[in-house]
């Protein structure tokens, strides 16, 4: 009955939360939710035992069938990694490092410039949500809605500029193809917050490029 309220609750939240703001659509940050839909899974799962109808035994139909979707979500899981090297990893004919530099991309030497920069420098992520190997000198955008965020509470380039420096952070590194994407495609956005970004960097000095992927700003010095 608990397990039920809970999922019958969240599911709720889930559709109120991704009506009033498209971003809170994302299935990851309802993760607290999903044991208490698993339990309700597993309860019903257990109820088939007790059906039979004409000679079938659905608690056997209903056993195969998950074990065939587990079966089937872990080979499709083993060619993933196979694909990605990532048992060269574990045998130890690959570096972490390398596995890193093959499968993200400029990512990696991006966040490596951010390790090699002054002691006491703090960077904020724009439209790039992973922190991985940059904590602590980063900041991520957790929600990928961190310029639309700041936009709201200030309204211009200049203020979220001070707005930035009063908390404390000497760099920004840019996500230039996910501010594409969002430029693109998310309706949410409006011209002046695009014109106001465009007005931001142009304040800034030349950043540090890595590829077409990011580029790295300097906002005040550590």
């Not at 230039?176 to 931001?200: C, H």
Request: net charge negative; glycine share 6%.
């Amino acid at each position: 009955r608990l397990a039920l309220i809970v999922t019958i609750v969240s599911l709720v939240v889930w559709a109120v939360a991704s009506h009033e703001a498209v971003l809170l659509i994302q299935s990851r940050l309802y993760f607290a939710m999903f044991p208490a839909w698993a339990v309700l899974g597993g309860i019903g799962l257990s109820a088939f035992d007790t059906l039979n109808v004409q000679g079938i035994r659905f608690g056997r139909l209903a056993a195969v069938l998950v074990v065939l979707v587990l079966g089937f979500s872990a080979f499709e899981t083993g060619l993933k990694a196979q694909r990605l090297s990532a048992p060269k990893v574990i045998l130890g004919q690959v570096t972490s490092e390398e596995y890193q530099s093959q499968n993200l991309g400029w990512y990696t030497p991006a966040m490596q410039a951010i390790q090699e920069l002054p002691s006491g420098s703090r960077v904020l992520l724009l439209w790039e949500p992973r922190n991985l190997n940059c904590l602590p000198k980063c900041d991520p955008d957790d929600f990928i809605d961190q310029w639309l965020h700041d936009m709201n509470l200030h309204g211009s380039a200049d203020e979220i500029l001070n707005a930035w420096k009063t908390q404390g952070y000497t760099h920004m590194l840019l996500n230039r193809g996910g501010a594409s994407f969002a430029r693109a495609n998310e309706a949410w956005y409006t011209p002046t917050d695009w014109k106001e970004l465009d007005t931001l960097l142009a304040q800034l000095p030349p950043p540090l490029h890595f590829g077409e992927s990011y580029s790295l700003y300097l906002l005040s010095s550590p």
